[in-house]
C-alpha cells in the first residue's frame, strides 16, 4: 500500500516537472508579464565563456526566461504575497490603506522627503514669472499648471510607516511663491481636492497612479475654460456625448495593478468613461504649446491640442516634441526655442505634484535665456 502511494506520488511530481517543458517544446501560450524585462539570447558554449563562468550565468538567466509556465509562476508567487501580506512585488509600489496602490515617489513628494528649499522655491517662481512677463511682452501667455497627485488626494490611507512628515512640501511652498509673485497657476490639485466628497464619479482609480479618464476630461474643459478667461478667445468647446460605467478599470486606470502582474483582478470602484467630442464651428483659433509629464499625455491623446489649442505640439518633459502620438519623438536639445515659440499664442507648463522638485526640467530657464538673448 505504502509502495502504491508513493509509486502515485512519484508520477504526479514527475507530471508536474514536466509541465513546463511541454509548454516550452509545444510553443503552448503563456500570458505576457506586464513591465520592462530585459530578454535573455541562448549564449553560445565557449572554453571561455566556461571557465569564467560567464556561459553559466548567461545559461541560468536564459533558461529562467524561457521555461513554460514561468508568467503564471510568477504572477502565483506576487498573487499569494499580495493577498497575504499586502506586499507588492513591483518596483516602488506601494500597497496603502484598504488595498489603493501608490508610487514610493508620490508619498515622499507629498510628505516634504524631497523638497527643494526654500531658496530654490523663491528662485523657480521668480524665473517662471519673469518668463511669463517676457511672453507677455510679445503677446504670448504662460499657464503653469499642477496636476493632481494620489498621495494628496488619498493621503487618509497613507502607511504610517511612511511618516512623520516634513513641516513643508514641493507643492504646498512652490505654489504660495507662485501666487505671491503672479505666476498665472491653475491648481488642479487643488481642485480634485474640493471635489472629492462631491463628484458623482470617481476622480482617481484605486489601482491606477493617474487621473480617471473622468477626471481629466473635466480638467481638460477647465483648462480651455481659463484659457478663454484669461485670453478673451471663445475656444472650442469640449463636450461629454457618452458615459459608459465599468466596475472594470481601462486605459490606464489600472496601469500599476497592471505591473504587479497579478492572477486575478484587485476588487475595484465603478469607474466613469466619457467619449468627447469639440465643437470647432465659429470658434477661435488660438495655438498653445504645452510641457508636461505623461499627465498631459492623456489629454493629448483625447485630443485636446489638435482640437483646442490649434494642433499645438506636446513636449514631453521637455525635451521630446510629440506632433501626434503615432509620430516618433524629435528631441529639443539643440532647438531655437525662441522660434519655435514664435509660433504659438502661449506656453503651458505642466506637472504632477511628485514631478516638482525637477519642474519644469530646465524648459523654462532655456526658453527665457533664448528669447533674452533675441531681445
Not at 62 to 78: D, K, P
Amino acid at each position: 500500500m505504502k509502495n502504491s502511494i508513493l509509486k502515485y506520488q512519484l508520477i504526479f511530481l514527475a507530471l508536474l516537472l514536466a509541465i513546463p517543458a511541454v509548454f516550452r517544446v509545444f510553443h503552448l501560450a503563456a500570458s505576457p508579464l506586464n513591465g520592462y524585462k530585459e530578454a535573455y539570447e541562448k549564449p553560445p558554449l565557449t572554453w571561455a565563456g566556461w571557465l569564467d563562468g560567464s556561459f553559466q550565468v548567461r545559461a541560468e538567466n536564459y533558461a529562467s526566461q524561457e521555461f513554460g509556465l514561468r508568467s503564471q509562476i510568477i504572477r502565483f508567487n506576487n498573487e499569494w504575497q499580495y493577498r497575504l501580506y499586502r506586499k507588492a512585488n513591483a518596483s516602488d509600489v506601494v500597497v496603502m490603506k484598504h488595498g489603493y496602490l501608490n508610487s514610493r515617489v508620490y508619498i515622499e513628494s507629498f510628505l516634504g522627503k524631497n523638497y527643494i528649499g526654500d531658496a530654490d522655491v523663491e528662485k523657480r517662481a521668480s524665473r517662471l514669472f519673469a518668463l511669463q512677463q517676457r511672453l507677455k511682452s510679445i503677446n504670448k501667455e504662460l499657464i503653469v499648471i499642477i496636476a493632481p497627485g494620489k498621495a494628496s488626494y488619498y493621503s487618509e490611507y497613507i502607511p504610517a510607516r511612511y511618516f512623520p512628515a516634513n513641516s513643508k512640501n514641493n507643492y504646498r511652498e512652490l505654489r504660495k511663491a507662485y501666487l505671491a509673485h503672479g505666476v498665472q497657476l491653475l491648481d488642479f490639485n487643488q481642485l480634485f481636492l474640493g471635489m472629492k466628497d462631491t463628484s458623482r464619479y470617481v476622480l482617481y482609480p484605486k489601482t491606477g497612479i493617474h487621473w480617471s479618464e473622468y477626471g481629466q476630461a473635466l480638467m481638460a474643459d477647465t483648462l480651455i475654460s481659463y484659457v478663454e478667461q484669461l485670453t478673451g478667445k471663445d475656444l472650442p468647446d469640449l463636450k461629454i456625448t457618452h458615459l459608459e460605467l465599468s466596475p472594470v478599470p481601462k486605459g490606464t486606470d489600472d496601469d500599476i495593478e497592471k505591473g504587479l502582474n497579478l492572477l486575478c483582478r484587485i476588487p475595484n470602484d465603478t469607474l466613469a468613461y466619457p467619449s468627447v467630442a469639440f465643437d470647432t464651428v465659429g470658434k477661435d483659433r488660438l495655438r498653445l504649446l504645452v510641457v508636461g509629464d505623461s499627465f498631459y499625455w492623456q489629454m493629448y491623446g483625447m485630443g485636446l491640442s489638435r482640437e483646442a489649442f490649434g494642433d499645438g505640439q506636446f513636449l514631453y518633459y521637455g525635451r521630446e516634441i510629440n506632433p501626434r502620438p503615432t509620430v516618433g519623438p524629435v528631441e529639443t536639445t539643440d532647438m531655437d526655442l525662441a522660434a519655435l515659440m514664435g509660433s504659438y499664442d502661449g506656453l503651458v507648463l505642466m506637472a504632477t505634484e511628485s514631478n516638482l522638485a525637477d519642474f519644469a526640467w530646465g524648459f523654462d530657464r532655456r526658453l527665457l535665456e533664448a528669447l533674452q538673448a533675441g531681445e
